[in-house]
């Protein structure tokens, strides 16, 4: 199944319909305690942090999210190449990305605008200037085919979801770190391929997705300097959103398989070198990473594709029928994602220096 089977993106009231969708597959708007925010120190720390203040202040990106004169000629070539199908995938593809970017975006300006807390403030604004030039980026290439998403309805209309700071921390920590290795997954791949390059906006990849690393290093630095949240049974906390986070990105990234065949490249295949580069990345902050060449783990993933599809499938049936479909589809994930969880899991030593660079 892909993507044009269930929602075609057509016009700009569905591209933005789709933004404001609030499921377990699509990205979220977040709120958080505030105030705890503000209590959070980085002192054991400080050296690196003000290390990594200066990089952001140096702001290396800061012409880099503009169109080059190539961009315009090379889209026009492009665009006859697409199938309908490919076309709504990379049309899905913007606005799920454009929507997790634009969440960064909102949650870190809140946290800014609710704090006083210097050196939160500081990174929560340098992450917003980022993450803001991120949607704005997406949103062009939305804008071509008319299908530009109202960011300030979006921001007022969709739902946000309350998680703790500590959550907040590990959620974030992870998207930041998997965006990074999806987009260089990407742009390395092209860069082998150019013949693949079937959208201009995947040259921009590279430097877009340091930006990602850095503020991930943020986060990290956060959690080394608060090292009670790194152990106990926080640990069996992070255990649950490494794995929230890596089984949403298989499913929906298996929704997706002709954007990926388009750049030459295998959704499993993609989705575990993203897995891998993300398993390395995060022995800088967690005792733990998942073990993502257990059997069972590929197995079990792969059963949460296909109950995926079948709940999918059951929301096209109407009535009593069709409801207790998604409810029996509901509990067999459920059931799924338990198994997953207990799954063994590999205990890895903490890196004595957190900060890593992006080399992949
Ligand atoms: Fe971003
Ligand atoms: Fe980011």
């Keep these: 199944m892909n993507v044009a089977a269930e929602s075609i993106i057509d016009t700009a009231v569905d591209a933005n319909e789709k933004a404001l969708q609030s499921n377990l597959l699509s990205p979220r708007f977040y709120t958080t305690d505030f105030d705890a925010v503000n209590r959070i120190s980085v002192e054991s720390w400080r050296s690196q942090w003000d290390e990594m203040m200066k990089e952001y202040e140096g702001d290396n990106n800061h012409d880099h999210f503009q169109r080059d004169a190539a961009f315009a000629g090379e ?3 492009a665009i006859p190449t697409w199938s309908p199908e490919l076309r709504q995938e990379l049309l899905d593809f913007f606005v799920s990305s454009l929507t997790s970017e634009f969440s960064g975006c909102i949650l870190y300006n809140e946290i800014r605008k609710n704090i006083d807390n210097p050196d939160l403030k500081q990174l929560m604004t340098y992450m917003a200037r980022d993450e803001s030039r991120h949607a704005g ?4 290439s939305l804008k071509d085919f008319n299908l530009g998403i109202d960011l300030g309805n979006l921001k007022r209309t969709k739902a946000y979801t309350y998680f703790a700071p500590k959550h907040i921390m590990y959620a974030t920590y992870l998207s930041e770190k998997i965006g ?3 987009y260089i997954t990407i742009y390395r791949q092209l860069e082998r391929h150019p013949e693949r390059r079937f959208h201009p906006i995947f ?17 990290a630095l956060i959690m080394r300097a608060n090292p009670g949240l790194l152990s106990g049974l926080n640990v069996w906390q992070i255990r649950f959103f490494l794995l929230a986070v890596y089984a949403t990105m298989y499913v929906r990234d298996h929704r997706r398989p002709l954007l990926h065949e388009a750049m030459g490249l295998d959704s499993t295949a993609y989705d575990m070198e993203v897995f891998r580069i993300t398993n390395i990345i995060t022995q ?8 993502i060449d257990h059997p069972a783990f590929m197995k079990h993933l792969e059963k949460l594709v296909v109950i995926a599809q079948a709940y999918e499938a059951a929301k096209a049936t109407k009535g009593l029928w069709g409801r ?19 799954l063994p899991v590999k205990s890895q030593a903490l890196l004595d220096n957190p900060r890593l660079r992006p080399t992949w």
């Design 324 to 342: 207790l479909q998604q409810a029996w589809h509901g509990a067999r994930a459920v059931g799924v994602f338990g198994r997953l969880y207990f």
């Design 284 to 291: 800088q902050v967690f005792p733990i990473a998942l073990d």
């Design 137 to 140: 980026f997406i949103n062009m």
């Design 75 to 77: 889209l026009e070539a």
């Design 203 to 219: 040259r921009w990849f590279e430097r877009w997705c340091n930006d990602e690393f850095r503020h991930g290093e943020s986060f």
């Design 180 to 182: 990074y290795a999806r």
